[in-house]
């Protein structure tokens, strides 16, 4: 029913409207034509399937559009068949729009024939109408409309030719509610449209559903579990269980097949006769281009290479061109840190907005670059069809790990960064596949680790840094794999559906729907992670930051003004050195014609006195930022942060961990890079390392570490809780705290059995300590 | 429009001598006789085109020799091997 609306006494209505049809038909296109940029991307209730709402106006009325996830058919065997079937069945909808490829129009319309069946007003969309005169198809729209008794309106989405009409069409559907304009029904073969007969008169007579009696009727045949429950809550209900059982025996003995097989089987069997009487199939001068682009980007030889050659661009354009806003982000960070600094007195406040916020906030910010870019280009790979390819392409190599060959897209993009490659997991369909996948994608070492490789292995493998850092990779690679095999064998286990795989028309795809996917996914990461790594930035801030007030052994205040006041005594000395030796050279100068200031005797003792004093004054400033950085190590040991890792320096001892370990440990839960700049601080070096910075090598080699424990560090590093933000990433793809949890408690696991592996046999065996 | 032949089975595929999907070469089309498997994925096949008496060619192998690319109803559709060889067809030129 039409919801009323104030403005229902003018004439004027809200109607809601539901867009429903195949993967691959165009509906997005569609939708986003209809509904511009007034678009709302959530969830579904319960489940991790999007749902985008939009509306649009037409001639004075309100049309508010639901975006229906694309499926094959409303049997309600996944996530995305279950929200359709549920949204259509409670009547949510006024006009259900279905979009159809009518370039693969037999089988889109199996999915036709069951939203006819549910009863609902319909407007039946021929998408694609320009792909279908290319394919030689001329449909007969109007002898089409007669024989599923609904509206046909051609459209080309991409160029928005026929939305008009179609505005006009949904309108008029949309006012006739009231008349109950009636769709005709699926014509079965005479044995089945008895048995329906019988069950019908059945279930209208007992009223048992609320929904279209026929198409309960005919889901009774098809043994549907959801209406069978429906059926049996009702009095009577066990009687036509009954009727429905021997009804099914009765079709099943003629058919010789599944009642459900043979409903399906016959729905094609109408739709083909309908095809018979509106379609005429030209094949002459026609060329299927896809299959010719086809010839070469699936090619036996050329496939592979042209997929990896793909993937390196997409890799080098994310990276890349993502590095070059990433430092003006960062630079503006730097300035606005600065200003706010200059602005504020310096004190709590100061810091917990400077270091706090904007520091963690920040430390996300300049991913955003490379984030948007990758979805733009997983955007363009998967409007264009070349994503259902890379599916054909790889499926061999991940169906190893019981994974859909979509999955290895995000896989490869988690030696980027983990975040964008989990929110990527969005492109596989099966909701198994894609928490499998989630939780082993944290296993692909991610370029934030990069730094901290380099930097330990430039330590303590200066001779092979790049084999031990290249083994990582392999580990990585090997640890998802392994925990992939056994996920599957275990805890996702019997969930994996059949690999059937459309392998759609190429099309090229328009910059409008590219930027609003973009978009779309963009703004959930800025909205989603940006408060969580919010939370978490405070909160590591305040254990840096507390208590105040520590107590240090070392009295440094006294340390730097015995330092500060050598080096005064040397400088006096220094000068005085220089005023004896000059006085001396005075008397020993002779000339007339220059002045002894000017003499090359008297300029070469002043360049001698400059270069020592500038030597001594370096020297000191070394110094005393040594001293301060040490002071900063002693205090950061008293901070809450210090005591927590002190804390755990007992459960990571076996490790061959300290507590610097553990605390550069703890803070790269935050984000991994930052275990680099941790060791820069707990070794006096100052927060801007970089990796081969030499304060911080030096300082690991002499804090007592062997190559070993490195070697475990590294390991560690690499498996242990993935960041902060992929964490989010994590909650927020499986949409459950349980995978969320066990993918945290999963890796440190595994991150300290390797770790400990490594640290005990090589200990055992004497090896790099 | 219904000329089931084939008794019905367990497997729905009675003659382990039948010709397989997954027995053509690519270029080759063939008619489909009967699907076997479970329940859910002859459904799934069936929803997707595959019905019984449907042509079906196929296309290619993928590069790593699985999956296989087929054409049925005037559209590209892919399965793996071993799904492949639970449907029976009949050769046809």
């Given at each position: 029913m039409p919801k009323k609306s104030l403005w229902s006494a003018l004439n004027k209505m809200n109607f809601s409207i539901a867009v429903a049809g195949n993967p691959n038909c165009g509906k997005t296109t569609i939708f986003n034509a209809?509904?511009?940029?007034?678009?709302?991307?959530?969830?579904?209730?319960?489940?991790?399937?999007?749902?985008?709402?939009?509306?649009?106006?037409?001639?004075?009325?309100?049309?508010?559009?639901?975006?229906?996830?694309?499926?094959?058919?409303?049997?309600?065997?996944?996530?995305?068949?279950?929200?359709?079937?549920?949204?259509?069945?409670?009547?949510?909808?006024?006009?259900?729009?279905?979009?159809?490829?009518?370039?693969?129009?037999?089988?889109?319309?199996?999915?036709?024939?069951?939203?006819?069946?549910?009863?609902?007003?319909?407007?039946?969309?021929?998408?694609?109408?320009?792909?279908?005169?290319?394919?030689?198809?001329?449909?007969?729209?109007?002898?089409?409309?007669?024989?599923?008794?609904?509206?046909?309106?051609?459209?080309?989405?991409?160029?928005?030719?026929?939305?008009?009409?179609?505005?006009?069409?949904?309108?008029?559907?949309s006012k006739e509610i009231s008349s109950k304009a009636r769709l005709i029904d699926i014509s079965y073969p005479r044995d089945i449209e008895q048995e329906i007969e019988k069950l019908h008169e059945l279930v209208q007579k007992n009223d048992v559903t609320d929904k279209h009696s026929r198409w309960t009727s005919i889901k009774l045949l098809e043994s549907d579990k959801q209406t069978r429950d429906e059926v049996r809550s009702?009095?009577?209900?066990?009687?036509?269980?009954?009727?429905?059982?021997?009804?099914?025996?009765?079709?099943?003995?003629?058919?010789?097949?599944?009642?459900?097989?043979?409903?399906?089987?016959?729905?094609?069997?109408?739709?083909?006769?309908?095809?018979?009487?509106?379609?005429?199939?030209?094949?002459?001068?026609?060329?299927?281009?896809?299959?010719?682009?086809?010839?070469?980007?699936?090619?036996?030889?050329?496939?592979?290479?042209?997929?990896?050659?793909?993937?390196?661009?997409?890799?080098?354009?994310?990276?890349?061109?993502?590095?070059?806003?990433?430092?003006?982000?960062?630079?503006?960070?730097?300035?606005?840190?600065?200003?706010?600094?200059?602005?504020?007195?310096?004190?709590?406040?100061?810091?917990?907005?400077?270091?706090?916020?904007?520091?963690?906030?920040?430390?996300?910010?300049?991913?955003?670059?490379?984030?948007?870019?990758?979805?733009?280009?997983?955007?363009?790979?998967?409007?264009?069809?070349?994503?259902?390819?890379?599916?054909?392409?790889?499926?061999?190599?991940?169906?190893?790990?019981?994974?859909?060959?979509?999955?290895?897209?995000?896989?490869?993009?988690?030696?980027?960064?983990?975040?964008?490659?989990?929110?990527?997991?969005?492109?596989?369909?099966?909701?198994?596949?894609?928490?499998?996948?989630?939780?082993?994608?944290?296993?692909?070492?991610?370029?934030?680790?990069?730094?901290?490789?380099?930097?330990?292995?430039?330590?303590?493998?200066?001779?092979?840094?790049?084999?031990?850092?290249?083994?990582?990779?392999?580990?990585?690679?090997?640890?998802?794999?392994?925990?992939?095999?056994?996920?599957?064998?275990?805890?996702?286990?019997?969930?994996?559906?059949?690999?059937?795989?459309?392998?759609?028309?190429?099309q090229r795809p328009t910059l409008r729907s590219l930027i609003l996917h973009t978009w779309e996914r963009g703004y959930l990461f800025i909205q989603k992670m940006g408060t969580v790594i919010l939370v978490g930035s405070v909160i590591i801030w305040v254990l840096g930051y507390f208590p105040t007030e520590v107590e240090i052994d070392r009295d440094y205040v006294s340390e730097r003004a015995t330092v500060t006041q050598g080096y005064d005594t040397q400088l006096v000395d220094l000068e005085s050195k220089f005023k004896l030796s000059v006085d001396k050279d005075h008397r020993e100068y002779h000339s007339e014609m220059i002045d002894y200031e000017s003499s090359s005797s008297f300029l070469e003792l002043q360049k001698q006195f400059e270069e020592l004093r500038d030597e001594l004054s370096s020297e000191q400033t070394v110094a005393l930022y040594s001293l301060r950085q040490q002071e900063f190590g002693d205090i950061t040991e008293q901070k809450w942060i210090g005591r927590v890792g002190k804390i755990f320096e007992p459960i990571v001892r076996p490790l061959g961990f300290t507590w610097r370990e553990s605390v550069a440990l703890i803070t790269g839960f935050v984000a991994k890079e930052i275990v680099v700049s941790t060791y820069g601080v707990l070794f006096g070096v100052g927060e801007n390392v970089d990796e081969g910075s030499h304060g911080v090598i030096s300082g690991l080699r002499s804090s007592g570490m062997t190559p070993l424990v490195a070697l475990s560090f590294l390991v560690f590093t690499l498996l242990y809780t993935p960041c902060l933000a992929t964490v989010a990433a994590i909650k927020r793809e499986t949409g459950t705290w349980a995978y969320t949890l066990f993918s945290i408690g999963y890796s440190l696991g595994l991150a300290y059995l390797l770790a400990f592996g490594v640290a005990y046999f090589g200990g055992m065996f004497n090896w790099l300590s | 429009m219904f000329n089931f032949k084939r008794p019905r089975h367990k497997l729905h595929i009675t003659d382990e001598n039948d010709l397989r999907l997954s027995d053509l070469k690519p270029g080759e089309k063939g008619r489909i006789i009967e699907i076997g498997g479970s329940e859910n994925f002859r459904l799934r096949l069936i929803e997707m085109g595959i019905t019984r008496d449907a042509e079906i060619s196929v296309d290619k192998y993928a590069p790593l020799r699985d999956p296989i690319e087929l054409i049925v109803k005037g559209y590209h559709l892919s399965l793996r091997g071993a799904d492949a060889q639970k449907i029976a067809v009949e050769r046809i030129k």
């Open positions: 209809l509904t511009g940029a007034r678009q709302h991307v959530g969830n579904w209730p319960g489940v991790t399937v999007e749902k985008k709402s939009g509306h649009y106006n037409y001639s004075d009325n309100r049309f508010n559009v639901v975006d229906l996830p694309g499926t094959y058919s409303l049997a309600a065997f996944s996530a995305e068949e279950t929200v359709v079937r549920q949204y259509l069945e409670n009547d949510e909808a006024d006009v259900v729009v279905n979009i159809i490829d009518a370039s693969n129009l037999e089988r889109n319309l199996f999915f036709t024939t069951q939203l006819i069946e549910l009863g609902k007003p319909l407007v039946i969309v021929l998408n694609m109408m320009d792909m279908a005169r290319e394919k030689g198809l001329q449909i007969d729209t109007d002898t089409l409309a007669t024989l599923l008794g609904a509206p046909v309106v051609p459209v080309v989405g991409r160029t928005g030719e026929g939305l008009d009409l179609l505005k006009e069409k949904i309108l008029r559907v009702h009095t009577n209900g066990t009687d036509i269980l009954d009727q429905a059982k021997i009804s099914i025996d009765r079709i099943e003995g003629i058919f010789k097949d599944t009642g459900r097989a043979i409903i399906s089987h016959a729905r094609y069997g109408f739709i083909q006769g309908a095809l018979r009487e509106c379609v005429v199939e030209d094949l002459a001068d026609t060329v299927d281009y896809s299959r010719q682009i086809d010839r070469v980007l699936t090619n036996r030889w050329l496939g592979l290479p042209i997929f990896g050659l793909f993937m390196w661009l997409m890799f080098k354009l994310t990276y890349d061109i993502g590095s070059i806003p990433m430092d003006w982000i960062d630079a503006g960070l730097v300035y606005l840190m600065n200003s706010i600094s200059g602005l504020m007195p310096d004190g709590m406040f100061a810091s917990l907005i400077v270091d706090g916020v904007i520091g963690g906030v920040g430390a996300i910010a300049v991913f955003l670059p490379n984030i948007f870019i990758l979805f733009f280009i997983i955007a363009v790979l998967e409007d264009s069809g070349y994503m259902a390819r890379v599916a054909f392409i790889m499926d061999r190599v991940m169906h190893n790990i019981g994974l859909h060959g979509k999955a290895f897209i995000p896989m490869i993009m988690g030696f980027g960064c983990n975040v964008p490659a989990i929110m990527g997991t969005r492109i596989l369909e099966s909701r198994r596949d894609r928490i499998l996948t989630v939780l082993i994608n944290p296993f692909m070492s991610c370029s934030a680790r990069l730094p901290v490789y380099v930097l330990v292995a430039g330590a303590f493998f200066p001779e092979n840094a790049a084999t031990v850092i290249f083994s990582m990779y392999v580990l990585g690679i090997l640890a998802a794999i392994g925990s992939g095999k056994l996920f599957s064998q275990t805890i996702l286990k019997g969930m994996s559906k059949p690999f059937v795989l459309e392998l759609p028309p190429y | -």
